[in-house]
């Protein structure tokens, strides 16, 4: 049987489907499979799919949509899973901008339910179930040669990573670094390093082109992430100055950023870290839970810098630098360079002490 579909969603955008698929009503019930579903409803809220250009389009009752299946376990959003089973006629839901589907089990009341799909068939070629990991990008070198990495972590979704994350390519690259852009964790969509690439960056990948819909509930994600850097690197056109590595989700939650920072390989490539707060709890307590992993951070951002009272905190409790992504760019661009490239020629980081002193000043305020 052959669909024409209204949307496709930019979490199969590697596949380069054709304008018409092939579809079974035998449905794979595996993570990455792709599915054509039928919208049963339209929202006014969480409305709207990214397609495979990046264009956000709504989704009206009866659109016929590609996707695939996954999990998602966002705080400020949906929670679903892969059902054990599918077959033609279930009802799944739409779970994320990028077109993951899956069964949802927990809803938020910001946004209201996820939007209801039929699910009519799974998408075949050449006879077999098409997954997105057919179309992933080839494993790189293990001993090509990696640029610094820039980690840009939160505690928390919209934390104001992405802007940091994009701040630091543009600033970087008008001072003349070639640098490439990365999205490590999260639920498959496309804005975020579509956006890296627009501030600069040579090349971006995300885990979605190394095959998975979502980073949720893995058990180490750090092989994942590590083959996306390497990655990056192999498909820039250039040898790679640094690449700004953004983790999605909180360095707290289901998306696996406590594991990859937690692995030794991954941690051997870090040479500066943004921790992105939403205020100053968050600040003092991302800067302890990182310490007490030894991990270093060398700048707080996001929205406990917006004005002087919490600079002055992350500055005079935390003993660590504070810089607005929004109000003062080039003064975390300065931060960022002088740690990973000034720091590297003087001899490398010093494992940690930096964010335990921090934690430890903040611990006695």
């Given at each position: 049987m052959k669909i024409r579909p209204h949307k496709i969603g930019s979490v199969v955008g590697r596949l380069r489907?054709?304008?018409?698929?092939?579809?079974?009503?035998?449905?794979?019930?595996?993570?990455g499979q792709v599915l054509v579903v039928r919208a049963l409803e339209e929202k006014r809220v969480y409305d709207v799919i990214e397609l495979t250009t990046g264009r956000m389009a709504h989704v009206g009752k009866g659109d016929v949509i590609i996707g695939a299946l996954g999990?998602?376990?966002a705080l400020r959003g949906f929670v679903g899973r892969v059902p054990e089973s599918i077959t033609a006629g279930d009802t799944l839901h739409l779970l994320n901008l990028g077109g993951v589907l899956g069964a949802a089990v927990s809803e938020n009341k910001d946004v209201g339910?996820?939007?209801?799909?039929?699910?009519?068939?799974?998408?075949?070629?050449?006879g077999r179930?098409?997954?997105?990991?057919?179309?992933a990008v080839p494993e790189p070198p293990a001993d090509a040669p990696m640029p610094p990495v820039l980690v840009v972590s939160g505690t928390c979704m919209n934390s104001g990573k992405t802007y940091a994350a994009c701040e630091l390519i543009s600033g970087l690259t008008a001072r003349g670094y070639a640098v490439g852009g990365a999205k490590l964790t999260g639920v498959a969509a496309q804005r975020d390093v579509l956006s890296m690439g627009d501030h600069g960056a040579v090349a971006t990948l995300s885990f979605r082109d190394i095959g998975l819909p979502?980073?949720?509930?893995?058990?180490?994600v750090a092989p994942a992430a590590i083959r996306v850097l390497r990655s990056v690197q192999a498909e820039a056109t250039t040898h790679l100055d640094c690449i700004v590595a953004e983790m999605g989700d909180g360095i707290i939650g289901a998306y696996g950023v406590d594991t990859i920072l937690q692995d030794a390989d991954f941690r051997a490539m870090i040479s500066a870290h943004v921790l992105c707060a939403n205020d100053l709890v968050a600040?003092?307590?991302?800067?302890?839970?990182?310490?007490?992993?030894?991990?270093?951070?060398?700048?707080?951002?996001?929205?406990?810098t917006d004005n002087s009272v919490g600079e002055t905190y992350v500055t005079g409790e935390l003993?660590?630098?504070?810089?607005?992504a929004r109000t003062d760019p080039s003064l975390l661009v300065d931060l960022i360079e002088?740690?990973?490239?000034?720091?590297?020629?003087?001899?490398?980081r010093d494992g940690g002490a930096h964010a335990a002193d921090g934690a430890a000043s903040g611990g006695a305020s």
């Open positions: 489907l054709p304008e018409q698929v092939d579809i079974s009503r035998i449905v794979e019930a595996r993570s999990r998602r376990d339910h996820p939007l209801r799909v039929e699910v009519l068939g799974m998408v075949l070629r050449n179930g098409v997954n997105i990991a057919d179309d979502s980073t949720a509930g893995l058990a180490d600040a003092w307590g991302g800067v302890q839970w990182l310490a007490a992993r030894g991990l270093e951070v060398d700048v707080v951002a996001g929205p406990a003993g660590l630098a504070a810089a607005n002088r740690a990973a490239f000034q720091r590297a020629l003087s001899g490398g």
